[in-house]
């Protein structure tokens, strides 16, 4: 069994606004967006006239119905493509998060493996392309069955072109695409290095966006003689496509160098030597004690010596001298619980997941036997990890 857990640090890819469920497939919850349905509302709109125009005896209602379960066949392809992914990665035993349908196509939330396998990451990114291909060719297999110009002919050529162009445009060998994470898993294989694998995926990710933008560019530009506007549509759908990519392939690159830097954060040399006291000390006292004991942190105790609270630097700066004699500590101090205690032999990894799964300005760091080792604060990662040029 290998270590499982969340990434410490989500991909931009998760960061986009949240979804309505609608149903679950294999156990997993599928999500769609609510920016989906303009995109749905646009594609129906601009293949409306286009297929009226192309389909003989056809209303421009039942055109307009037609383009709208055009733009639906689209979507379940997209659809088909994720559950491949997450049919592979369920059957090597992965987890699967959920499966979010948004405007810019689709995305499987795979939790990710620590430290993972490139064999079976490679074969999750395959299934998708695969599976598309394999839709491209069942469209292409029966067109012919239908007479030209009708609407079954018309819907099984666009299935198979639609499902070509996914299968091709995923397989751009730059991350957060399938065929970048087939780039990732390769190097990985070859230089039994994650980190750089990550890296490179990352780049090349970096300049598929680039190139993206370029082209977006392009066909905003190019005049399309019957002073269609679709172009200006299409052209902004791929300029988001490229910051998407781009967000998504710094994020692989940041995530490179992380990894180099992580396990040189060594948590004790980090903590602040704490003095504990107990509830009822004057705050006065306490800053005197701990300026004797060199200690820059109090940690309020109770009577079995278990620490308790933490009384944050600034709360105490925050105290005119002239009050300090006349307050106890536990008025400044604020409870701990058990999540914002680190254990002192904590690796980097670790480390960063806790502090970024519970936001908070200190945390207490106890010696494995469950002693008070110091006081962590935030800041002092934080400028850990700018020292290393991070963040
Ligand atoms: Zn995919």
């Known amino acids: 069994m290998s270590e499982r857990r969340e990434a410490p640090d989500p991909p931009p890819s998760r960061r986009f606004w949240g979804g309505l469920p609608i149903g679950r497939i294999f156990g997993v ?21 286009t297929i009226r125009d192309n389909v ?36 090597l035993g992965m987890q699967v998060r959920r499966v979010v349908l948004q405007f810019l196509g689709g995305a499987s ?29 069942v469209g292409a297999a029966i067109a012919p069955a239908f007479e030209p110009t009708t609407v079954p002919r018309l819907f099984a050529e666009g299935f198979a ?12 060998p730059g991350f957060p695409l399938d065929g970048g994470r087939v780039l990732l898993s390769a190097v990985w294989q070859l230089t039994h290095d994650k980190t750089r694998a990550q890296f490179v995926s990352g780049w090349v990710g ?7 933008a370029v082209s977006a560019l392009y066909v905003q530009n190019i005049p399309t003689g019957d002073g269609h506007r679709g172009d ?16 998504n392939a710094s994020w692989a690159i940041g995530r490179s160098k992380l ?37 820059r942190a109090l940690v309020v105790v109770d009577s079995y010596g278990r620490p308790v609270a933490v009384v944050s630097e600034a709360a105490v700066m925050a105290t005119p001298v002239q009050r300090q004699p006349w307050i106890s500590v536990a008025d400044l101090a604020r409870p701990v619980g058990a999540d914002l205690l680190l254990r002192s032999d904590m690796n980097g990894d670790a480390l960063l997941a806790a502090v ?21 604060s935030r800041a002092d990662v934080v400028a850990a990890l700018q020292a290393a040029g991070l963040r």
Request: hydrophobic share 60%.
């Open 29 to 49: 919850p599928i999500v769609v967006q609510p920016l989906w349905f303009l995109v749905v509302v646009l594609i129906t709109a601009g293949l409306g006239s």
């Open 56 to 91: 003989h005896g056809l209303s421009s209602n039942a055109a307009y119905a037609v383009a709208l379960a055009f733009a639906l066949l689209l979507y379940a392809s997209v659809l088909l493509h994720e559950l491949a992914h997450v049919f592979v990665a369920r059957s």
């Open 109 to 137: 939330e795979i939790v990710e493996e620590n430290p993972g396998e490139p064999a079976r990451d490679f074969m999750v990114a395959m299934a998708g392309p695969l599976c598309s291909v394999f839709l491209a060719g």
């Open 161 to 172: 072109w639609v499902n070509g162009l996914v299968a091709a445009f995923n397989l751009l």
């Open 206 to 212: 970096r300049v598929l966006a680039v190139a993206l």
């Open 232 to 247: 200006q549509v299409r052209g902004f759908y791929l300029l988001l496509l490229a910051y998407f990519i781009w967000a």
């Open 259 to 295: 990894s180099v830097v992580l396990p040189r954060l060594d948590i004790k040399a980090m903590t602040r030597k704490a003095l504990s006291v107990a509830a009822d000390l004057p705050v006065a006292e306490a800053v005197r004690r701990a300026h004797a004991a060199a200690a």
């Open 356 to 376: 970024q799964q519970h936001p908070a300005t200190e945390y207490l760091v106890v010696e494995p036997n469950g002693a008070l080792f110091g006081v962590l």
